[in-house]
């Protein structure tokens, strides 16, 4: 107890006092001793009994009212002015509450879903996804809490709560490992299995397996999941039959524009950065955001506890790290902190496969070569070629967690990544006219990807918690092309080619976006089954391309804009088996001055038995608009390897967003303990796309020109409506037994799009289409810190078999180079060949001391097959007339080794 002497300078002598968790009796003898107050009672009526009491100034009988304040003890005071104190008469108790936090002793990370439980009060509650907790509200007083969680030690320990106040305590457990007989448990869990549908989840471990490529690639892990397939040889993704444009890739809540490297060959994120993938399919819900697709969410990793410091992988295309810390400040405040990095090893060491892929990229096209000044017609052959690739890539991610107070934490990260790619090609080609002659071209492609986010998250109260985040984002990308055509003098040696790449004839292509917002969100928990989320989410966009090529000479336009976006979701329990979500977006696009709605709607059943076994449904529908575009202009180098240059805009006045109108079903059955069986199917109605108007730009040119530069003042002078459909379904099975996880899934799908002034306005097949698709995987514990894998995947029906560019310039000239057997104007007719490849894969992990070494080896497409990516023509009365086809790589064997302290 603090307090001050009487202030002479009133009539009525005041006090201050701070008391906190002291015993009424050391309190009424301090208040005596201070006031000289008469005061009179029972030492049993003030046992037990604690104070909680702040004020400043106040007088004798304030002073004492705040003493006896919640301790069920009151005052009368008598006709001498002497007090005397008595049992309360009021019935209602004081109540207070506790809040905390549940983290893990050893990484600090918080755990989500644990028990917590006020034993003498006959409460208790479950952590939430930051393991956070509240219960309210209880009785004053002190109190025995008890703290359980799967895998880690009980943790018992006392708060004292005061009355109309609240206590805080941070819990941390101990792991311990559980050896115990197999545990049945007949009911529902916590976590609905329902909630799992219409999405799919690659962990940290998928993450880090070497891919095809060579070296691990998160885009890749993420292509391998039910609904999700890869345009290979690209590293980019579609997701149930929707267009890359259509999705977005978000790094913590950030948007990545560009997520893959080397031309969209590999993955641009580090896999020694990230916790997870998880990829949202049709249906999506309202925070995932406005797109048409799909949302494709990364998140940092900062919850290892097996690299408590370092972390190093080597492979034959890169060299990763990973370096971490944590920190406790006063055993209360606790922070994590992370840093990882990627860069490519092409400089020490070219991988022969990536470098027999970039040489196949650059093949020479003969129609496209007769396309550019002083192009050669009529080739016959090729009598040798030499090339110069060089490829170059790297990636920094950084992380940090700081827990401000129990219930504040804040949490920042980063990304920066760039690549620079290139190559230079010379050719010496056989004429009819016997004259040898040398094709020379150079091509630079060039990209930076930036991303930054902070975000604070607060447990406002006992139901309701908050966050609030700030995000930015740059993308810049520039590609230039440059084409020679020169007679060869006897005895010139054929050696890589030299020139500047910005004098003409060149086609090129850059590209830049920058945006940033914030986005604030709030979930209150109304009641034990009403669920409340909504948030307001600003964003400002800035979007630049231009581009130069043959057919379309120059053009180039420049767009910003504001979009206030905001959500609002509400989710209930309708008894024990049905969850509905219904909830809707809605969008305010400056430049339209139109505000868009987007309502969604989700249903799920879950029952634990039945015949079948466990089972779990979802149901959804719902409108999807999209106010970011991202298209592509197809390449037009006859050797180029990158085959388009993709640019973003937002939205501007003179077009309407696109929309979609999503429905889709899932079902998960659980037969028996090991296996799972799931079906999803999907149904996705475009009524509105927006393309590259190519008919219009080929055919009829508009915009104003300087400097030889066509720059449009709005989109919808180089941008067109069409419309899609797609919809298709997959079956899915997995067993998982105690050293063996095996899976099969098949898959079919039809994707058609209508594009503007093309294909004689019929409907085709999609670019990305993959009707027919089968995959297995096989996992098995061969012993302690062994395991080998299994991978194969079979693809047929893919449409659009010949170049991009034969389809989106050569069908829209007069030029008559192709064979009349390739009907141009029928890209669903010209296929490719089935795909087909199987992958088998070692890794051992030992651990000495406090190193653990960790060794991969895969050996990717094992029958050593050459799976054809699109095939080149050559000219029409030429030989040999069928289509000459660029291959993948055949077998190839990839080692990495990695070291964790």
Known sequence: MQAQSPDSTRSVATYTIALRDVPL?????????????????STDLVEGRSVYCRLQRAPVETLLSCILDGTGVDYLRTASGSYLLVESRRTAPPVGRVAGRVVDAATGEPLPNANVLLADAGTGTATNQAGRFTVAPIIAGKHRLVVTYVGYRTAVDSVRVPPDGRDTIRVSLSRRVLDTEPIVVDGLQRRLPSARLGKSTADASGLRRLSSAGTPDVIRAAGQRVGVSLNRPLAELNIQGGDGGEQVTLLDGTPVREPVSLGGLLGAFSPQALNRTTVHKTGFGVAQGSYTAGVLEATHDLSRSSTAYAAATLDPVSANGRAEASWNESGTRTGRAMVAARRSLWDIYRTPSLRRLLNSRTALDPILTATWPGGTNGLQSSSSQVQAPHAQFSDLHAAVRQELTPFQELYVSGHHGSTRLSTDVATTLSTPEGQDRRLLSRERYDWTNTALQGRYEWVVGSRVTGSAQLWGSRHDAESLYGFRDSTVQEGDALTPPSFDLRARPRSGEGNEIEEWGLRIEADASLTPNVRLRAALEPRHHRGAFR??????????????????????????????????????????????????????????????????????????????RQYMMQSEISGTGPTSVVPSVQFWLPIDRSLAP????????????????PWTARLELYHKWQPRTLHIDYAGLVHSPTGSTSGGVRRFGDQSAFMAAGRGRAYGGAVHVQRQGERVLASASAEWSRVTRRYPGRFGGRSVPAPWSQPVRLTTDLDASLAEGLEAHAHWQGTWERPWALRRAYYDYLALTDRRDAPASYDLDRPGDQRLAPYSRLDLGLSAKTTIQALTVEAQATLVNVFNRHNTFDWSLNPAGSRPTSPVRRTLPGRRLFVSLGLQY
């Open 547 to 624: 581009t130069r090529n043959q057919f379309l000479g120059a053009i180039a336009h420049e767009t910003s804009a504001w979009q206030m976006g905001s959500y609002l979701e509400a989710e209930t329990s309708l008894g024990l088996r049905w969850t509905a979500t219904a909830g809707t977006r809605l969008t305010y696009v400056a430049p339209r001055r139109i505000v868009y709605a987007e309502p969604r709607l989700s249903l799920r059943y879950d029952r634990a038995s039945t015949p079948l076994g466990g089972v779990a449904v979802r149901l959804v529908g719902g409108l999807y």
């Open 658 to 673: 696109p929309r979609a109108l999503h429905t889709a079903g899932s079902v998960l059955l659980t037969p028996s303990d």
């Open 25 to 41: 009796k050391t309190a009424l003898q301090r208040f005596v001793g201070r006031t000289n107050a008469d005061l009179a009672y």
